[in-house]
T-cell receptor, first 113, second 114 residues
Framework: GQQLNQSPQSMFIQEGEDVSMNCTSS?????WLWYKQEPGEGPVLLIALYKAGELTSNGRLTAQFGITRKDSFLNISASIPSDVGIYFCAGNAGGTSYGKLTFGQGTILTVHP | GAVVSQHPSWVICKSGTSVKIECRSLDFQATTMFWYRQFPKQSLMLMATSNEGSKATYEQGVEKDKFLINHASLTLSTLTVTSAHPEDSSFYIC??????????FGPGTRLTVL
């Protein structure tokens, strides 16, 4: 089945630093989504990407849908302590699996004040 | 907008009992709802896809007789874990969508089976 490889697995950074994480796939996706999950909560949608090459920002967050449609990255600028959490990428391949999301393994972000 | 709720937020039950978890879309009509299971420090694993008024579609390896899903209305889906055992202890999360390229997740239900 489809798999998403998300890296890095974890990051320990100082407040104010920029963060970058990415996901790659062996197959093409039609939609890329980035979610943040805090302990004991469900994932919250951060950014949705629908077109190859699309670059979208949401405050300090920026994400891009790769041209090959097999990758996406998420950047967080000027990190703050409340950015702590697990970030997941998710992709939808369309076709017969339209609507079903495949999730990456997650990136655990720790921000030191 | 796009708020999804789950009830209960946590439940503890004895082995062999059944547990029902509700998922509601509060401010939109969800044509499709999805049920996921998440073990500690792992990613979300899709269990089944639920469309209003029709039978759920289960992922490979998920027992449909053990995890009963009902999607009776455009705002409510339920997951019943039948004859629960300790290995069923997990974090169960639903998501809902009215357009299949975007999903909104509930806050999750922590199930502990003793």
């Amino acid at each position: 089945g489809q798999q998403l490889n998300q890296s890095p697995q974890s990051m320990f950074i100082q407040e104010g630093e920029d963060v970058s994480m990415n996901c790659t796939s062996s197959s093409i996706f039609n939609t890329w989504l980035w979610y943040k999950q805090e302990p004991g909560e469900g994932p919250v949608l951060l950014i949705a990407l629908y077109k190859a090459g699309e670059l979208t920002s949401n405050g300090r967050l920026t994400a891009q849908f790769g041209i090959t449609r097999k990758d996406s990255f998420l950047n967080i600028s000027a990190s703050i302590p409340s950015d702590v959490g697990i970030y997941f990428c998710a992709g939808n391949a369309g076709g017969t699996s339209y609507g079903k999301l495949t999730f990456g393994q997650g990136t655990i972000l720790t921000v030191h004040p | 907008g796009a708020v999804v709720s789950q009830h209960p937020s946590w439940v503890i039950c004895k082995s062999g009992t059944s547990v029902k978890i509700e998922c509601r879309s509060l401010d939109f009509q969800a044509t499709t709802m999805f049920w996921y299971r998440q073990f500690p420090k792992q990613s979300l694993m899709l269990m089944a896809t639920s469309n209003e008024g029709s039978k759920a579609t289960y992922e490979q390896g998920v027992e449909k007789d053990k995890f009963l899903i009902n999607h009776a209305s455009l705002t409510l889906s339920t997951l019943t874990v039948t004859s629960a055992h300790p290995e069923d202890s997990s974090f169960y999360i639903c998501s809902a969508t009215s357009r299949l390229d975007e999903q909104f997740f509930g806050p999750g239900t922590r199930l502990t089976v003793l």
